[in-house]
Every structure is written in structure tokens, then in C-alpha cells.
């Protein structure tokens, strides 16, 4: 075997290695709250859902997501790209607190 060939085997046994360990952890997040009906529960999600956008949006007035810039990654889109995660990331945190706040606990299922 040369080293070419060990180099490519090793490049597809990895990334096969990573999404096996990828799909063993995943899991759906349900929401459970004792006694609530299947319509109360779509009720919350859409208002919690609603909130975090909202306050999203008011965020990101305040501090609008930079620019893209043509040439250099670290600067404009780089800096455009972790705004928008860390939106993505702070609507998601709202809702969670969102729906924490109404009385709902976060449970995980399995998605296989």
C-alpha cells in the first residue's frame, strides 16, 4: 500500500467514523407538560416561537448583522456569519425560556 492509498482510506473512514458517532447521539426535542392537550401545546410553541422572533428582529435593529465585504473572509462575511448564529442561537434561547416560562420541561427522544 502507498502512502496515497492510506491517505484515502483514512480520508473515507473518518468522516463514515464521524457521522456514525453523529447519528447515535440524535435525538428530537419534545416538549412535556402534565395535563396539557396536543392543541394547547401547538399554542405555545407558535406563541414562544412568535416572542423569540420578535425580540430577534428588535435585536438585530439595534445591531444589524455587518456587511459582506468582496475578497477577505475573516472580516464582512465572517463576521455576518457568526451575527447570524448567535441570532439563530439568542431566538433559540428565547423560546426555550419561552416555553420553560409557561410551565413545559424539555424531554429528548430518541430519533431511532
Do not use: H
Amino acid at each position: 500500500m502507498t502512502g496515497y492509498d492510506g491517505v484515502m482510506k483514512f480520508s473515507l473512514i473518518v468522516p463514515l467514523f464521524i457521522g456514525a458517532v453523529t447519528l447515535a447521539g440524535c435525538s428530537a426535542t419534545a416538549w412535556e407538560k402534565p395535563g396539557v392537550q396536543p392543541d394547547q401545546l401547538d399554542y405555545d410553541r407558535q406563541a414562544c416561537r412568535s416572542i423569540a422572533r420578535k425580540e430577534a428582529d428588535r435585536q438585530l435593529r439595534r445591531q444589524p448583522i455587518p456587511g459582506e465585504t468582496r475578497g477577505n473572509i475573516i472580516g464582512g462575511d465572517y463576521d455576518a456569519a457568526i451575527a447570524q448564529y448567535e441570532m439563530i442561537r439568542d431566538a433559540d434561547r428565547m423560546f426555550i425560556s419561552c416555553m420553560e416560562g409557561r410551565g413545559y420541561r424539555r424531554t429528548s427522544k430518541p430519533l431511532f
